[in-house]
């Protein structure tokens, strides 16, 4: 049980063009998801808190414009990558909260590596 | 301000040896501390986690040692072997009514175990 998939595992574009990430919970419903981004040898920087139905929470220093977050249901989220350059080059992760009891555990997808030319 | 901080950076031991990997925190209002494993390529995955009313946790060749007063967790690796090589992430969450239960992720230490 709780599965997270994520779709692409990988893809490459061209810079200027945008990048539509998917992130699934499979077997729960989830009313809170995570977009995290990773680079190489480094920890998981969150970017933002998806919740169904209502605007993404945004970290400090993330362009909300830039990296358009919709979670139009309890089992999809979407990252979308806007007038992608270079430097947004990455290793995007979901997660997806699973309520167990008071405790909130959090699973992850396989995540995405984008690559941006 | 980093809120958690792991150590060591890497580690090497050899296989059956007792890798022990640590974390400290700093914000009291954290309750809920996982450890997460990842491979090349793959997202974390869930190792163990622990709440701050338990001094210790174990599952299978994994043990979490948590000492409240000092705000430091541990993540001990019994019978290590090879395939255990990899990342391991700690992290510490928010109350899960505040904050939207975002999780803290520690800097991860790189974990190689020799045949």
């Known amino acids: 049980g709780a599965v997270v998939s994520q779709h692409p595992s990988w893809v490459i574009c061209k810079s200027g063009t945008s990048v539509k990430i998917e992130c699934r919970s499979l077997d729960f419903q989830a009313t809170t998801m995570f977009w995290y981004r990773q680079f190489p040898k480094q920890s998981l920087m969150l970017m933002a808190t998806s919740n169904e139905g209502s605007k993404a929470t945004y970290e400090q220093g993330v362009e909300k414009d830039k990296f358009l977050i919709n979670h139009a249901s309890l089992t999809l989220s979407t990252l979308t990558v806007t007038s992608a350059h270079p430097e947004d080059s990455s290793f995007y992760i979901c997660?997806?909260?699973?309520?167990?009891?008071?405790?909130?555990?959090?699973?992850f997808g396989p995540g995405t590596r984008l690559t941006v030319t | 301000q980093q809120q958690v901080k792991q150590s060591p950076q890497s580690l090497i031991v050899q296989k059956g040896g007792i890798p022990i990997i640590n974390c400290a925190y700093e914000?009291?209002?954290?309750?809920?501390f996982p450890w997460y494993q990842q491979f090349p390529g793959k997202g974390p995955a869930l190792l163990i986690a622990?709440?701050?009313?338990?001094s210790e946790k174990k599952e299978g060749r994994f043990t979490i040692s948590f000492n409240k007063s000092a705000k430091q967790f541990s993540l001990h690796i019994m019978d290590s072997q090879p395939g255990d090589s990899a990342t391991y992430f700690c992290?510490?969450?928010?109350?899960?009514?505040?904050?939207?239960?975002?999780?803290?992720f520690g800097d991860g230490t790189t974990l190689t175990v020799k045949p």
């Open positions: 914000n009291t209002a954290f309750d809920y």
């Open positions: 992290a510490a969450s928010s109350p899960a009514n505040t904050n939207a239960g975002k999780s803290t």
């Open positions: 997660s997806a909260r699973a309520p167990s009891g008071s405790i909130y555990e959090q699973y």
């Open positions: 622990i709440r701050p009313d338990v």
